[in-house]
């Protein structure tokens, strides 16, 4: 069954370094998803693309990160300059259509601690 | 704006008893609704999904949801609690018009008493 996959699993850096998480989305998906989840608190939404640019993002999506789809498999999040608070567990997700057409699939997580 | 509330962020049933999760949302627009269960240490799955159509929707593992506009609920169940459902089960919201995020609720994590 296809499935989303994400590298890393788990990602350890410094404060102020970049991190690019990695994404392979559902290859006939055409919507991708960032969402993240802080430990123990809600899946909160991140940015949503679609048609190579940016259909919507959240007010956590400040400048400290981009998304891009470098090529036709990857989706890949970047934060520029992390923080402390940026420790989360981040969830690729796509979907074939958008969200109101159905569901979206969800990777098994990038887990980020920033130190 | 839409908004997911799940009453309850721990609950505990025993083994073979009811399993009830409670999920309200609040909409401006008829929204689509669903339920992700989440096992230790892995992502997002889909339990179950309402759209369009019959209010109640049957999904994996003997859960079902109804769906109830007058009461803006959207409630998981399941007959007999098994151990294996032990996990954190979060419901979700969809606009239908337009945006292009779901919204999660905080999560309810079950355990299963033997």
């Known amino acids: 069954e296809p499935e989303v996959t994400q590298t890393p699993s788990h990602q350890v850096t410094q404060m102020g370094q970049e991190v690019i998480l990695r994404c392979v989305p559902i290859?006939?998906?055409?919507?991708f998803y960032w969402y993240r989840q802080i430990l123990g608190q809600k899946v909160e939404f991140l940015v949503s693309f679609y048609n190579n640019e940016i259909s919507e993002k959240s007010e956590i999506f400040d400048d400290q990160f981009s998304v891009e789809r470098p090529d036709g498999s990857n989706f890949t999040l970047k934060i520029r300059s992390t923080k402390l608070e940026d420790s989360a567990m981040y969830f690729c997700a796509s979907s074939r259509g958008g969200p109101n057409t159905g569901e979206l699939f969800f990777g098994e997580g990038s887990r980020l601690t920033v130190l | 704006a839409q908004s997911v509330t799940q009453l309850g962020s721990h609950v505990s049933v025993s083994e073979g008893a009811l399993v009830l999760l409670r999920c309200n949302y609040s909409s401006s627009v008829p929204p689509y609704l669903f339920w992700y269960v989440q096992y230790p240490n892995q992502g997002l799955q889909l339990l179950l999904k309402y759209t369009t159509g019959a209010t109640l929707v049957k999904g994996i593992n003997g859960f079902e949801a109804e769906f109830k506009k007058s009461e803006t609920s959207f409630h998981l169940t399941k007959p007999s609690a098994h151990m294996s459902d032990a996990a954190e089960y979060f419901c979700a919201v969809s606009s239908t018009s337009g945006t292009y995020k779901y919204i999660f609720g905080t999560g309810t994590r079950l355990k299963v008493l033997a």
């Open positions: 290859s006939n998906h055409l919507y």
